[in-house]
């Protein structure tokens, strides 16, 4: 999420963030990924699914089981959220609202993002701010069915499209994510972060 966000902060300082991420079963584990295969398998045989090793039922299903906060009725995936999105940009003031789920896809994180900036920003703006980040492939065809999918699963970029602005909020901004959780939110980022340490 953050990759996406970071031009459209630098351009117009975050105010504001929802939202919703539709999490891969790979950024539970590789046991998770067996576990949820099996569940498939079962299911498509038409037998009772095993339910104790995802605490729930995922195949043709969506899940939001996270250690529960039970103080704010959030969980810690989404207050990890909030948490490090303040500390990345480095603004405690940044409001963020957040919901995870998980679907029943192997690999790649979806996100829906609603962003509110303290200047406004038109989606012109943010497209073609988008558009030069670095790590960052604007995927924005919505008319013609192109948009960021998990199908594109091992690739490096963060894809970002659907691209609009806020119907609800004018000035905000609305766009959908996805990148491969296992490359950019690990095994790229520990590259990455390697290759700073080592070119200072």
């Known amino acids: 999420m953050v990759v996406a966000l ?12 929802v939202v919703s991420t539709y999490q891969a079963i790979s950024g539970a584990g590789a046991q998770a990924v067996a576990a949820f295969e099996a569940q498939e398998d079962a299911t498509a045989r038409g037998l ?4 104790q090793k995802l605490s729930g ?18 969980q810690e ?4 959220m909030v948490s490090e ?24 994180h979806s996100e829906s ?13 943010a497209r073609e701010l988008l558009s030069k980040a670095e790590g960052v492939e604007v995927v924005d065809d919505f ?11 091992g690739r490096d970029p963060v ?20 990148s491969d959780n296992l490359r950019k939110g690990a095994a790229l980022n520990a590259i990455q972060i390697a290759e700073h340490v080592l070119l200072r």
């Open 113 to 125: 993002i609603t962003v509110e900036t303290h200047k406004p920003l038109t989606a012109a703006r």
């Open 57 to 74: 039922q995922l195949s043709r299903n969506l899940l939001m089981h996270w250690k529960p906060d039970p103080d704010s009725g959030y």
């Open 159 to 178: 894809y970002v499209g659907r691209i609009r602005e806020d119907i609800g909020n004018p000035g905000g901004i609305q766009m959908w994510v996805v």
């Open 48 to 51: 009772d699914v095993d339910k």
């Open 143 to 153: 008319v013609h069915g192109v948009y960021p999918q998990p199908i594109a699963a």
């Open 77 to 80: 995936e989404e207050l990890k």
């Open 6 to 17: 970071k031009p459209l902060h630098d351009e117009a300082r975050l105010k504001r963030v």
């Open 85 to 108: 999105t303040r500390k990345i940009f480095g603004d405690p003031s940044i409001a963020v609202s957040p919901t995870a789920v998980r679907v029943p896809v192997v690999t790649a």
